[in-house]
Structure formats: C-alpha cells, structure tokens
C-alpha cells in the first residue's frame, strides 16, 4: 500500500493510511525524495493522523525523510501524532529531534509558511 | 476472539499483523486506548528484532490471569543466532547497528513484567505482560 502524495502548489502533502509497512515507509521516502525535485516543491507534510503507532522504525524513517528533503532544499513538517502515540513515544524514548512538528494540516502549513516568508524576508 | 493466538513473524508485514492483534487483544481485556498503543508499540519492536536479528519467529498472544488481576501476555520466540550479552542488548542506546538500541530497554519500560531468555546459537525468548489496574 503506497502513500498518496498530493501536490497543492508549492507543497507536497502525504497522508499516511494506518497499519503501513516498513517497505512503504522506505517507498514513500523514496517518493518525497524524487518529486521534490520534479514539482520543484518548497515543502513536504506528513500527515500521521491516521496511525495508531509509530515504532522506532517509523519514527527513523521519519527523521530521514526529513533530512533527505532538507538536502533536496525542502522542508518537512510532520502533523497529526495522536495524543496515545505521542505518550507512548515518550515512555519507548522514542524521539523527533529535529524534524518539524504540527498539531493538524492547518498548522503544519501554517507554520511552513511562515518559515517560506521569513526565508524571503533574508533573501 | 479465541484466548490464545500465535502471529508467525517471517516477513515484515507481520510486525504490522502481530502489533494489530496485540491491540485487539488488549482492548477486549479492557486495557485503555492508551495502554493499547503501548502494548503494540512494544510487540512492534521485539517483532522487529526478530526480523532484523533472527530472519523469523513466533509472537504469541494470550489473555493472562492471577486470581485478582487480568492482563495480557506477549511471547516472542525466536531460533536465530542469540544475543551473546544480554545486560549491553538491555541499555538504552546500544545497538549492533540495525537499529535505534530502544526496543528492547523500551518495551522493558511500557510493560510491567519483561523477561529475556537467550543463548548464542539457540535464540531468543522475550516474555512481557501488562495487567489491567
């Protein structure tokens, strides 16, 4: 089952179904990786709102997408970890650092562009 | 739901199998939505393990009972190469390199009772149970 990627100007929105494999994870890093640099996207949400656990592997894959966006010249916020799954992160010791986070879709936007109008404010 | 259920774990998919079974297992017990996702972030991990370290294995899953208090049990068994030191596999960021080094000290952490059989060779048995308070 592979990830649908969404493309709404210069963000690419990927929404997470529950119960995904580790293959799709890989698949979907792979996918992020590449229409980056086709659509010449600015940023990439991940969308988790849907999963009802992220292990140590999700959460791995997570912070390499993040990074592997980063290098392709993008930025990456992650949205929706449920209360259940951020509660069990956090007694695993499971951990996010460095990779943006977001409440919802709406933040997780609202704070890329904000990061995107400061980035031209430096410009 | 019959009380006891084995998940063969051959393939990765299955982690994704056994942890879904587990979190039904659990909320038929009565365990909360909370507890749930930890009891399937722990079977998540030592599946895991058995992939990464033993290429294939067994999770168990049964409902568990001590006269007073009712819980879950979850037994991962494998046949693979063993861990050779259990105390350095236990620590908290230490890893052969296959993965981040938390599920085993992690699922230690989410669970009540945690115990780790092992001998180089043979393989390895992870017991872990939560009860319902």
Redesign the interface.
Known sequence: MTVPILKQGDVLIASMQAALSDRDLEQLRDDLAEQVGRFRSRSVIIDVAALDVLDSFATRTLRAIAYTVKLRGASTAVVGIQPDVAFAMVQLGLSLDGVVTALDLEEGLAHLKSLAAQERIRE | MSDEMCVPIER??D??TA??KG?ELAATTGFS??D???I???I??IA?NIISYAQRGEVTLSRLSDGRRRGVLIVARDAGPGIPDIQLAMR?GYSTGK??G??L???K??MDDFELVSSPGKGTTVTMAKWLR
């Open positions: 990765e998919n982690i994704v942890r879904q979190r939505t909370t749930q996702t930890m399937a972030l722990a998540s991990e895991r908290d993965s981040l938390v599920g000290p992690g699922a952490r989410v």
